[in-house]
């Protein structure tokens, strides 16, 4: 109970009572939470969602159901924040706003914990990302990190044709394509130097790494762990 | 558990005007007739010889019309225990299950209040909104009384609803407790209604069959006073029905203390699956 009280919560299927004003839903919660929060701090997160406080949740689209959760969920400004998927069915301009908000929780000195298919939306709030697969945690480290662990590619340009044999026996480089043995395009899996190493033999004119966003990343785990499971 | 009291009186609140409304015009119309009923006397005895006798067995309070514990049964209380049944069991069968179902409940738990006060807040919300139907009927009652030679106290006319409120909380918390073990809340209403109509049907038909008296002494109905509580209440009766209703309350908060809510986008649960179901899954991995 001590928990809950300092805990907000958004569950990924939200399920208001239908037959509620907006209004009526917040102030149901609010009582259930012995009338902790300011009311006016909800004044200020319904007006910074847009939110409208007459309708019933049953005339409510999606997303406006969704402000909803989020308004419930840190009207309290609860210590600990568990949010999955806190923008499902927000337009842009409001998933921001929730980030915005977001943001503010923990510079308050909330703990954010918040699950999410969008692979943007967590690079750009997390600053711890766990990767979970068939309900276990499979990675766990900063996004930075993470990008840092994973496959890069590579495009190496040379300033006359060479033979790129040498290249891919580098440990973890594998050549994906070429072209007229002018241009290579390698996969480097690990470390870096190895390949560095290698290419100081060669007359290189242009050298690009490609990051990986965190979205290959966490594909990367999933087809690496179907590939184990075949 | 004030919360959830309140919410569950504001949820009922719809629930409360519509019966106390429609049950108290019903219950005008039939005070004023009864100056007209009890006028016929003898007149009425003799339209009943011409009655059907497994009628008359059924409805026996019938052969009493004309006084006023006779005409209180007859015209309400003997069939109050199944229309206002019909209230009380749907909305205990869906009191906490109902938003179980919807996935209301799974937000509701987050929140800092205990599954005990959740259970009792909402029953004593469920039980004050039946007592406000009741008590809007017996006004309905009490106050035009006067002018229709239905000539009781209040006391007496309070009287009978005392077994009304008792039988009704005992359904209630029968349908609270089958909603608690049965896979889904309409499931749990479907049974508690089917149980009511046939312990209403077999307490008349035991009047016909003499045959089917031992068994009614084992059903709620048999300790139903009806409109006859007005000469007199038995204690004994009424305070068993408020003790086994107590009893299935009690047993539903130590069921909903226990079992997993299910949470948004989960179904009912499954009854096990029979051996031929199991053969015929394994034949389609297959």
Known sequence: M?????????????????????????????????????????????????????????????????????????????ELLLLDEPTLGLDPLMQHEVYHLLREARADGATVFFSSHIISEVETLAERVAIIRQGVIVEEAEPSQLVSMAIRRVWVRFKEAVDPTSLTEVEGVTLLSKSNNIAVHLQVEGEMDGLIKALAAFPVSDFEIERPSLEEIFLAYYESNDKEED | MFAEFKHTMRRLRGQMIGWGIGLALYVVLMVSFYSSVARMGNLYEELLKFYPKEMMGFFSSIREINTPQGYLDIYYFNYMTVILGIFVVGACASLLVGDEEKGVLDLVMAHPVSRTALFWGRLLGFVTATAVILLVSWLSWVIPSGRSGLELTWIKFLQPFLPLFAELLLFGTVALLLSMVLPSGRMAGMTTGGLLIANYLLIGLANINQDLKPIVKYTPLHYYQGGYAVSGLKWGWLAGLLAVSAIFAVLAWWRFQRRDIRVGGEGGWRLPALPFRRRAGAGREA
């Open chain 1, 2 to 78: 001590a928990v809950r009280a300092r805990t907000g919560y958004l569950p990924g299927e939200l399920a208001l009572d239908s037959n509620m004003t907006v209004e009526g839903a917040l102030r149901y919660f609010n009582t259930l939470r012995g009338n902790k929060a300011d009311w006016g701090f909800v004044h200020q997160l319904v007006e910074r969602l847009q939110l409208d406080l007459k309708p019933h949740i049953k005339n409510l689209s999606h997303g406006n159901k969704q402000k909803v959760g989020v308004v419930q969920a840190l009207m309290h400004r609860p």
